[in-house]
């Protein structure tokens, strides 16, 4: 029998007799009552094993699936149309080796203990800041701000993939800050608020700005939940705003893009004419698009930046809500797994990197407004990229917290909650 399960049953046989000897029997009356109150052991045995053993979230499976098959429905569409980055390339055999690759990836976090992640989160979280400053010092420029390390031709933005690492690392570091009881507390802000901004400091100096903010988004509301500190992550926030804000307006090259997006019509040839061509393309689209491999010449980069637009393009505004529904779809599970999980790292890690995911997907799904600012972000498990691979590995871990959530320790959960 499980030792967890053995001791869930020895303290309620230990609390039975409690009761018994505490009205007036002896303690061998006491016993024999307990036991027979309880019941057969076996029986019980057995079912309390059912209800504590690992449980697959198989609702975060299918929506996985729904993404993969619609990743590789419009990577064909994007290859039939021929609008590929050079002659002679296959995405979606690329694409599904990634795939592959990534469903290896998260089997193996699936099954890794990640209260052990807990131990290493120094290691974690100085590894990505270091991973991010090797890469601007050391890694190829591709696309203005966006730093590669390549190894025997294969080639990743670490930088783009750093967020998830980093956010792992804080919510061990400001879980353990909360509960030495070593420090002293105003010390202990200082170190949280230290530790929370020098990967602001990190992303500032690469110029990646969607992985500053949506880092700095996630690890605000971490702060804000492990601490309760509302005010102080309100008026950080506020700071920050009011500092990006001021930014933005003295940058001209960003003020240009955020208003050609907010209305094209202003500079339709210039910052304004992709989202021009954006809101053609879903104008004509209609309910059922235009069709399988259908070409759209005058937007680039069909197969990663724009592939949500293209989906539309070929299957219509019914496709559209077919991806809009699998991710609420996500949502929802991620919501789900979040409430279900009672140790409290587990939770933290849960929280933040399913925000993370959410607000990508959100950002995904807001270019079909045809008024977003369109960065380099991936969609993820959606567009084209060896980012699946992060991605599937950060799912894997979700999914091995979730699979844990009956068969950790109630006094682990306890002592957890209670410091």
């Known amino acids: 029998m499980h030792a967890d399960i053995r001791r869930e049953l020895a303290g309620h046989l230990e609390d039975l007799i409690e009761e018994k000897q505490s009205k007036g029997m002896s303690e061998e009356q006491a016993i024999s009552e307990a036991i027979r109150q309880m019941g057969d052991p076996q029986t019980l045995g057995k079912g309390l094993h059912k209800i504590h053993r690992p449980k697959t979230p198989w609702s975060l499976i299918s929506a996985l699936l729904i993404f993969s098959a619609i990743s590789l429905t ?4 994007v290859e039939a149309a021929g609008a590929l980055p050079q002659p002679d390339f296959n995405l979606v055999r690329n694409q599904m080796i990634y795939l592959l690759l990534g469903c290896l990836i998260m089997c193996g976090m699936y099954f890794i203990d990640f209260r052990k992640l807990q131990r290493g989160v120094w290691w974690l979280y100085g590894g990505a800041i270091a991973g991010i400053v090797y890469s601007v010092l050391y890694g ?25 690492i980093l956010l792992i690392g804080l919510a061990g570091i400001l ?14 802000v200082w170190i949280d608020l230290t530790v929370l901004f020098i990967p602001v400091c990190a992303f500032w100096w690469a110029g990646v700005w969607p992985e500053l903010l949506t880092y700095l988004i996630c690890a605000l509301v971490l702060y804000t939940w492990i601490t309760g500190a509302w005010l102080r992550s309100i008026i950080a926030g506020g700071l920050i705003l009011i500092s990006g804000t ?21 500079d339709p040839d210039g910052s304004g004419y992709v ?10 689209a209609g309910w059922r698009g235009h069709g399988f491999g259908a070409r759209l010449e005058s937007l680039p980069y069909l197969y990663t930046d724009m592939l949500p637009a293209y989906l539309i393009n070929c299957f219509g505004w019914s496709g559209g809500l077919l991806l809009i529904a699998a991710a609420v779809w996500f949502f929802i599970r991620l919501f789900s797994a979040f409430k279900a999980v009672r140790e409290p790292y587990g939770r933290a890690v849960i929280l933040v990197l399913s925000l993370m995911l959410a607000l990508r997907i959100a950002y995904g799904l807001s270019i079909i407004s045809g008024k977003m600012v369109l960065t380099s972000l991936p969609f993820p ?24 959530k009956d068969i ?4 682990e959960n306890e002592r957890g909650a209670a410091a």
């Open 246 to 266: 001021a930014y933005v307006w003295n940058n001209q090259q960003i003020r240009q893009r955020i208003t050609g997006a907010f209305n094209h019509t202003l």
């Open 275 to 284: 989202y021009k061509v954006l809101n053609e393309t879903f104008a004509a």
């Open 74 to 77: 419009g990577l064909s569409s």
């Open 381 to 404: 498990f959606l567009n084209y990229g060896n980012h699946v691979l992060i991605e599937f590995a950060v799912l894997g871990l979700l999914m091995g917290i979730y699979r844990r």
């Open 408 to 411: 950790i320790p109630a006094q």
């Open 175 to 188: 879980s353990q800050t909360k509960t030495a009881v070593n420090i002293n507390k105003l010390r202990g």
């Open 140 to 164: 190829f420029s591709a696309g203005g701000s966006r730093y590669f390390l390549a190894k025997g031709g294969f080639a990743i933005d670490f930088i783009s993939y750093s967020p998830y």
